[in-house]
């Protein structure tokens, strides 16, 4: 039972678009966090949101937490190639904050 | 090391084998994670350590699954009795300490396979 839904699973687009990415889930997250893994490496974090309704901004990339804590969204504005890589999301719930729950990633290629 | 150091980097095993994983975390850093990692999977929970103890080792799919942190420093995942389905990349994390917040940060991880 994969706990963590995340879509598309797959984007390609080209540069300047924008694109956005969603993790969702049925379970309540105390806080959740956003990934970027590159080919060869583990992945990196990009941001923790911690409360509902929150939105955190980094440089183009815009993430919001749901007000039920139970989803979450990655924005992209004006897409580079640098940004090509494979976005993961991981929640964590009260209690076990050390366990991470994450989705199957969202696999985007921004094209030249 | 300046970061999360993991080897060997690639390990290819014969189905039955013993292996081992190795994890240098970040200098200073007292929690440790391992994660495995199919393909095409977000990363899977095995164990969290707390210093030299295993805080959580409820993601450890069986007992042919083991981890130590002796000295609560580098860390040993041992697989016994390797099987195809261990085929994966297997990662390792750090953080400064048991705080929430602490970020995690991840070696580049392990592929194992398993043949």
């Known amino acids: 039972t994969q706990l963590l839904e995340q879509s598309p699973q797959f984007l390609s687009i080209q540069e300047g678009e924008n694109l956005t990415v969603y993790c969702n889930s049925s379970s309540v997250f105390s806080s959740l966090q956003w990934y970027r893994q590159e080919p060869g490496e583990g992945p990196v974090l990009l941001v923790t949101?911690?409360?509902g309704g929150e939105v955190k901004k980094l440089k183009r990339l815009t993430f919001q937490f749901g007000d039920a804590r139970k989803d979450s969204s990655l924005h992209i504005t004006a897409a580079q190639p640098g940004d090509t890589g494979l976005y993961l999301c991981?929640?964590?719930?009260?209690?076990?904050?050390?366990?991470?729950?994450w989705g199957l990633g969202t696999s985007l290629a921004v094209n030249p | 090391g300046a970061g999360v150091s993991q080897t060997p980097s690639n390990k290819v095993t014969e189905k039955g084998k013993y292996v081992e994983l190795r994890c240098d975390p970040i200098?200073?850093?007292?929690?440790l994670y391992w994660y495995r990692q199919s393909l095409g999977q977000g990363p899977e929970f095995l164990i969290y350590f707390q210093g030299t103890g295993a805080a959580d080792d409820s993601g450890l799919p069986n007992d042919r699954f083991f981890a130590v942190r002796p000295e609560g420093s580098v860390s040993t995942l041992k697989i016994q009795r390797t099987e195809r389905g261990d085929s994966a990349v297997y990662l390792c994390?750090?953080?400064?300490?048991?705080?929430?917040?602490?970020?995690?940060?991840f070696g580049q991880g392990t592929r194992l396979t398993v043949v």
């Open positions: 949101v911690v409360t």
């Open positions: 991981a929640g964590a719930h009260a209690g076990n904050n050390r366990k991470l729950i």
């Open positions: 994390a750090s953080s400064l300490g048991p705080s929430d917040s602490a970020e995690a940060f």
């Open positions: 200098s200073g850093h007292t929690a």
